[in-house]
């Protein structure tokens, strides 16, 4: 069954850190390119870091310097590590493959986990 389950998320104040974790099963992970989106209010869906099969990254460049991606292939699992979090990087993050992860004709999405930066 495939699955994609995302958590860390919660309210930080400017210039604080979280650390996503997105928990995987099915045939998700496996030997793909695994990325964070985020999606704020009012705005499309979009790619903010890659990793590769071979531990490779991407980053757009709102975030570089700033977020790091990683995975661990045992675990079926991808991680976002978050640090001087500004007021602009508020909205739902969600992970899935690159390009996502289809079902049929439709994207298949976790749920995400809501990240709120405010002071």
């Known amino acids: 069954q495939v699955q994609l389950v995302e958590s860390g998320g919660g309210l930080v104040q400017p210039g604080g850190s979280l650390r996503l974790s997105c928990a995987t099963a099915?045939?998700?992970?496996?030997?793909?390119?695994m990325a964070w989106y985020r999606q704020g209010a009012g705005t499309q869906r979009d790619l903010v870091a890659a990793?590769?099969?071979?531990?490779?990254?991407h980053y757009v460049d709102s975030v570089k310097g700033r977020f790091t991606i990683s995975r661990d292939d045992a675990k079926q699992t991808v991680y976002l590590q978050m640090n001087s979090l500004r007021p602009e990087d508020t909205a739902v993050y969600f992970c899935n493959r690159a390009p996502p992860f289809t079902l049929g004709t439709t994207d298949y999405w976790g749920q995400g986990t809501q990240v709120a930066v405010s002071s």
């Open positions: 099915g045939t998700i992970f496996a030997h793909n390119t």
């Open positions: 990793i590769f099969s071979t531990g490779g990254t």
